[in-house]
């Protein structure tokens, strides 16, 4: 733990960690990393205190079922393998169940 009780794991020099984020601050905000890139497939790679939320895999913004990064005033954005997408774009490329779609267009369209 460093003195302003962070938290950071690492595997040799690099950022990493399997089970849990590798970086976690004090106030709650957390980096999952892996291989010293943000990567996280079963939730987002990083959670900002403030409610941000940012999905990553392998070091690049994805997510193939919502927006891959959310901000609390309901911002989002649509990005798969490292591509910023619009919402209709999203969701044509997407391999989303057609229930799913539809699920996403009544939340964000």
């Known amino acids: ?27 709650g905000t957390k980096f999952y990393y892996q291989n010293d890139l943000l990567h996280r497939t079963d939730g987002p790679a990083v959670e900002f205190a403030n409610g941000v939320k940012r999905w990553y895999v392998a070091g690049k913004r994805h997510r193939t079922d919502g927006p891959a990064v959310e901000y609390k005033n309901s911002y989002t954005y649509w990005y798969m393998a490292g591509v910023l997408y619009s919402f209709d774009e999203f969701l044509e490329l997407t391999t989303c169940s057609p229930e799913d779609k539809c699920m996403l267009k009544l939340i964000y369209g």
Do not use: C
């Not at 460093?2 to 004090?26: C, F, T």
């Open 1 to 27: 733990m460093h003195e302003d009780g962070s938290k950071i794991w690492r595997q040799g020099i690099n950022l990493h960690r399997l089970d849990g984020p590798a970086i976690e601050y004090p106030d």
